[in-house]
């Protein structure tokens, strides 16, 4: 598959809340289109806060790129509202699978498609090609989503997601709290949409092990900073990558000793 037309480009991003702490300082990596990219690192390294960026989304919290900037098909998305970026198809799953507990599973899809043009018979068929990625959803679409499990609730995020007809889908941290065969479900899922739909994916993991397997190319964030990027196959192999991330020794101790040298990305 050619990945040559960048979809995303996150260039030298640094970032900061309430003008005081510094959370991104130098966040480089590209998305191309057809690639799913994963975004790894442990907790607090940055992954949200640069998935936020991505969707214009860290001024609501009062959050500011105050360095580099973010192209999304060449648009800064600075420049854009959160829901314009959605409209031209940059479309974000937040973490935490937010769903309207109260409304049942369809019907939470289908808030997914409002802004869609075309009326009824076109969300019709956005809702089965969602039915058909994820059969799971189809037999529950009448349940209350809070009465549903964690994994039925993370694909109801999805599947919402894709009911504004993304062209990159943003996940941040799909795996949370969810058993591993449920994982393995949800990113195989993930894999064929991008395979059979050519959907772009860029996806935010402390579950190395998970993301690695089914990404094209990897991002590793340490602090704020990335400090490795490559093929998501040649990662897997590194033994530093091996023994930090992929679970075969503990982490170190301190929070923020660097576990990987920085590598200039
Ligand atoms: N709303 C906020 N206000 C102030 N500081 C924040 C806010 N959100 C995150 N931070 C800080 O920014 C840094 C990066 O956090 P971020 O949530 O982006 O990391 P993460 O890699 O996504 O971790 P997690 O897996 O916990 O979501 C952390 O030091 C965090 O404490």
Redo the contacts with the bound molecule.
């Keep these: 598959m050619g990945h040559n037309e960048v979809l995303l480009s996150v260039n030298g991003v640094k970032a900061t809340?309430?003008h005081a702490?510094t959370?991104l300082h130098g966040v480089t990596f590209t998305v191309a289109r057809g690639e799913i990219v994963a975004l790894l690192?442990a907790?607090?390294?940055?992954?949200?806060?640069?998935l936020k960026a991505v969707s214009n989304l860290l001024p609501a919290?009062r959050?500011l790129v105050t360095e580099g900037n973010i192209l999304f098909q060449g648009l800064d998305v600075a420049t854009a509202k959160p829901a314009d970026l959605v409209r031209s198809g940059l479309v974000q799953v937040l973490?935490g699978r937010h769903c309207f507990r109260s409304l049942t599973v369809e019907e939470n899809l289908v808030t997914g498609g409002l802004g869609r043009s075309g009326g009824r018979a076109e969300i019709a068929a956005a809702l089965e090609k969602v039915y058909a990625h994820f059969p799971r959803l189809k037999e529950k679409r009448h349940a209350l989503s809070g009465l549903t499990s964690g994994g039925e609730q993370q694909m109801t995020a999805i599947g919402r997601a894709l009911m504004s007809r993304p062209r990159l889908l943003v996940l941040d941290?799909p795996s949370m709290g969810l058993a591993p065969i449920v994982v393995q479900d949800i990113f195989r899922t993930l894999r064929r949409l991008n395979r059979e739909e050519g959907l772009s994916i860029l996806v935010?993991e402390?579950n190395s092990t998970v993301a690695l397997k089914y990404a094209d190319r990897a991002t590793i964030?340490e602090n704020?900073a990335a400090v490795l990027s490559g093929d998501a196959a040649e990662l897997r192999n590194r033994d530093d990558v091996k023994a930090f991330y992929l679970g075969q020794s503990p982490r170190p101790a301190a929070p923020n000793t660097p576990i990987l040298p920085a590598i200039a990305v």
């Excluded at 907790?43 to 640069?50: D, E, H, L, P, V």
């Design positions: 809340y309430n702490i959370a690192g907790n607090g390294a940055g992954k949200t806060t640069t919290e959050g973490e941290e935010a402390q964030l704020g």
